[in-house]
């Protein structure tokens, strides 16, 4: 039997029947703990000779266990019962006693140890009170990933890595595998091309939701880049001991399936999105036809060809955000049921992984009956991983029985399109998975399921320190020591303290769920209108959770420390933060600006001509307001439009797609479709498309408000004509992107910032 992965190595016998394949371990270097030692050559070169790392068998405990401690030759060692624990524990000496640490954007700023490192008073140790640490939500892979490149994996598997997380999807470079299988299946090319999104859109057309591009086709040779690519992946997180969930044919085929395959029982999604139908309703094929049965060994065997035996894990949705073609419970318990067994025939140790979004999405289809039918076609339990996905805002698992005793994972989504804003719920992620802990037997993991990765790194980490804390964590000690290791220092001015510790009790612990349960939209970013932008409540809403004062306070407290120790301007982490903060204090003073030009426009008894002055007045206000906000962003790398579209441009396989991928990239942050189907549903706080997107977008509102009546005002005119120019937007590829603080200094932007909007940052 192979060797399966540091989770099976923990012993996970009550919840996996895989635990048993631990003893006879050969192919894989799971044992080892070389990952690690690279992991240290990459990020802390000068230290590769100052740890001693070991992996130690599990002794009493069924759940991994790490210590650090002093050696004699004066060393530190780190010890621990999987490669996961071990690596958290490194995490913790480098994070609590050296005060340097890796981060999203910020990058690593492990180099910054100090040539000898710090000895222990006392050991360090800890115990994971789970088994697994998740993270990766399908569609991150789109908002995010996209257009990574190695460098930015790696970055990523070492973030993951060092906070404990031993479990995660790998979806790169899949359309490899399915484009084999599809034309072992008869299908041609051309029907394969027709059926795959663009490059941006590929989570959604992994479930189904989406089929055809509506930019290019995507091209093969792009998908071999990528497939190449995953291949280094599903090998980094071996290395680092990260079970790679990998995919699973889900039954979607391209919709030639008909002439290709006429005995086959074929099914359609629901037209999904208000997509127009030739890119949507996609075929699906029966899974109690054997032919899935056939497609998905055929799937499964060519994986293991190429990664070897390194899982048993997959991830397959079948009906995310559709409706399965009938309620009746024999035929949900069937499709489930087939579709297990046929995982089953080609991989006797399957585990069926899958986000239960859906029973989020629509309470009114998926009853409780309809669950435990669906869950229920699975018999062995121990089969399935849930992510409940959505679990501090909108948890299923109550409701659901915990699955019906299929083990889950208690999961932190957080923002939805991958919005910048900062917002968290601090009491809900410390208290609600430790509650759930005592509640469900079946709770097997916590894990982050955000569709974007971006802002409020803070609040991800906390979940992950949670899952080795029994007690809901102290969340001031805790934001504290975070600081200190953000900024790689326990020295800085106490200012920058006081600055998280006051978004700590009121930006990021929102306790308000009807208000806002995820992270909010700024009305900047949304298509304009007169009627109340500023108050909506719930999902994609746009009302703050806390009072904007607070911003301001907290914004002077972060800047103030900088003023004190100004090589906090050369810290990356820093950096960020300070352009980030600054963003969401202007950012949430154009909401005064807005509300003052509907008053003006709608101001009873004022004649046209003084309307248009007063309009005119306020429209020059939130022009500058955006082109400062444009500046302020563009200080940043990871705050740039032309930092996202150079990346889509240097993914596409060569100059011949560079327009299509640029317009991929821009599309989906602001159309969202051919024509707007989601449209600003993953907009950006961004340079570049602050200045020649939302502020023209604003601007054209302004003029629209100006040549119009109030009585005579039109949403839909005005939308219609704003589409045009959208689409045209979207379309502008290869544009030079002037970002004015490219080589600025951030230091310098912040303080005219600051000078010329006084009374906003006062
Ligand atoms: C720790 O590792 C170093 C090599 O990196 C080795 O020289 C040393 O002997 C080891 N110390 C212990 C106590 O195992
Ligand atoms: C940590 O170490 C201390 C002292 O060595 C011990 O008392 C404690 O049980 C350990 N805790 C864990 C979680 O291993
Ligand atoms: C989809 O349909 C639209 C019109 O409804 C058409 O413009 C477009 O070319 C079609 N795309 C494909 C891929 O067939
Ligand atoms: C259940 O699946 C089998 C194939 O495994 C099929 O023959 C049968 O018709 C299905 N029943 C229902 C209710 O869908
Ligand atoms: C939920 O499912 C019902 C059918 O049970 C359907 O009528 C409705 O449109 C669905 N709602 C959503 C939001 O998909
Ligand atoms: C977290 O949110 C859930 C869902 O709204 C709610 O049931 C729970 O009480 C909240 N828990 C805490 C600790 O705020
Ligand atoms: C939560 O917010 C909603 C919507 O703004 C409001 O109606 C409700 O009163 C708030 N609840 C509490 C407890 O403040
Ligand atoms: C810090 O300053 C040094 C010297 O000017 C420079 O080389 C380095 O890139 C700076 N680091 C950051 C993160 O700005
Ligand atoms: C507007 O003018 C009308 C008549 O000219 C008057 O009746 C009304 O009170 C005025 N409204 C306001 C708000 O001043
Ligand atoms: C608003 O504009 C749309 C599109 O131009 C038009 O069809 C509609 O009739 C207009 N509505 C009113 C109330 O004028
Ligand atoms: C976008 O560009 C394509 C070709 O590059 C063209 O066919 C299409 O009309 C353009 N659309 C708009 C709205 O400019």
Request: proline residues 5%.
């Amino acid at each position: 039997m192979k060797l399966l992965d540091t989770i099976a190595f923990v012993g996970l016998m009550a919840i996996s029947t895989v635990a048993t394949a631990t003893s006879e371990s050969t192919a894989f270097t799971t044992h080892s703990t070389a990952g690690i030692k690279a992991l240290v050559r990459r990020r802390l070169p000068q230290h590769q000779h100052s740890f001693n790392f070991s992996l130690s068998a599990n002794t009493d405990s069924e759940l991994e266990s790490y210590s650090v401690t002093n050696t004699d030759d004066g060393n530190i060692r780190v010890q621990g019962t999987s490669l996961s624990s071990i690596l958290y524990g490194l995490h913790s000496y480098l994070s609590d006693v050296v005060h340097v640490d890796i981060w999203w954007y910020a990058g690593s700023q492990l180099g910054d140890a100090p040539s000898i490192l710090p000895k222990l008073s006392s050991p360090l140790n800890g115990s994971s009170i789970v088994p697994y640490r998740y993270d990766f939500n399908t569609v991150t892979t789109s908002y995010t990933a996209a257009f990574w490149t190695w460098e930015d994996w790696e970055l990523q598997l070492d973030w993951m890595a060092l906070r404990g997380i031993n479990l995660a999807p790998a979806w790169i470079g899949i359309e490899k595998i399915l484009i084999e299988v599809f034309q072992e299946a008869g299908f041609a090319d051309d029907d394969i091309q027709a059926f795959f999104t663009g490059p941006a859109f590929l989570a959604w057309n992994h479930f189904g939701n989406l089929q055809g591009s509506w930019s290019s086709i995507l091209p093969f040779e792009w998908v071999d880049g990528q497939f190449a690519l995953q291949k280094r992946i599903v090998k980094r997180m071996v290395d680092l001991g990260i079970t790679p969930i990998l995919p699973a044919f889900p039954g979607f085929v391209p919709r030639a399936a008909p002439r290709v395959l006429p005995d086959a029982q074929l099914l359609h999604s629901i037209q999904w999105a208000n997509f127009p139908e030739n890119y949507t309703e996609d075929t699906f094929i029966d899974p109690v036809d054997p032919l899935f049965a056939q497609m998905q060994r055929s799937f499964i065997t060519k994986q293991q060809q190429a990664y070897g035996d390194v899982t048993n894990f997959y991830t397959l949705d079948q009906f995310n955000e559709m409706i399965p073609p009938s309620g009746d419970v024999a035929y949900l318990r069937n499709v489930s049921s087939n579709t297990w067994k046929a995982l089953k025939s080609a991989d006797a140790n399957a585990i069926w992984v899958f986000q239960a979004w859906l029973f989020a999405q629509n309470t009114t289809f998926w009853t409780n009956e309809r669950i435990e039918a669906y869950l229920g076609g699975i018999t062995t339990d121990s089969d399935m991983l849930i992510l409940d996905i959505w679990s501090e805002s909108m948890p299923q698992w109550q409701r659901a029985q915990s699955y019906y005793g299929k083990p889950w994972i208690w999961c932190e989504l957080q923002n939805y399109g991958a919005t910048i804003n900062m917002y968290g719920q601090i009491q809900n992620v410390t208290q609600s998975p430790i509650l759930a802990l005592e509640e469900s037997a079946s709770l097997s993991g916590f894990g982050l399921s955000m569709e974007g990765q971006q802002d409020n790194e803070i609040v991800y980490d906390l979940l992950l320190a949670q899952a080795w804390n029994r007690e809901p964590i102290d969340t001031e000690t805790y934001f504290h020591n975070w600081a200190a290791a953000r900024y790689s220092s326990d020295q800085r001015p106490a200012s920058i303290y006081n600055a998280w510790e006051t978004v700590r009790t009121t930006v990021y612990d929102n306790t308000n769920l009807t208000l806002m349960p995820s992270v909010p939209k700024s009305i900047i970013e949304l298509v304009p209108r007169t009627s109340n932008m500023a108050d909506i409540t719930g999902i994609l809403g746009t009302k703050l959770p806390y009072d904007p004062a607070i911003m301001v306070t907290a914004w002077q407290q972060l800047y103030r420390a900088g003023l004190q120790d100004t090589s906090l301007f050369n810290n990356s982490a820093y950096q960020y933060d300070i352009v980030d903060w600054t963003r969401q204090v202007l950012a949430n003073a154009f909401i005064p600006i807005y509300k003052t030009i509907v008053d003006v426009y709608y101001m009873p008894n004022q004649t046209t001509e003084s309307r248009v002055t007063r309009l005119k007045t306020q429209g020059q206000l939130l022009t500058k307001l955006l082109l400062s906000l444009d500046g302020v962003l563009s200080s940043n790398k990871n705050f740039r439009l032309s930092t996202w579209l150079s990346a889509a441009r240097s993914s596409a396989p060569s100059s011949a797609y560079a327009d299509s991928f640029e317009y991929e990239a821009r599309n989906q942050v602001t159309l969202w479709g051919p024509s707007g189907q989601l449209v600003d549903y993953a907009s950006k706080a961004w340079s570049g498309l602050m200045k020649t997107y939302h502020l023209k977008r604003w601007q054209m509102f302004v003029e629209y408000l100006i040549l119009t009546e109030p009585a005579q005002y039109n949403q839909t005119e005005f939308q219609a004509q704003l589409l045009v120019w959208e689409l045209s937007w979207v379309n502008s590829t290869g544009a030079h992107l002037e970002e004015p603080g490219e080589k600025a200094d951030v230091q310098e932007i912040i303080a005219r910032t600051v000078e010329q909007w006084g009374q906003i940052f006062a």
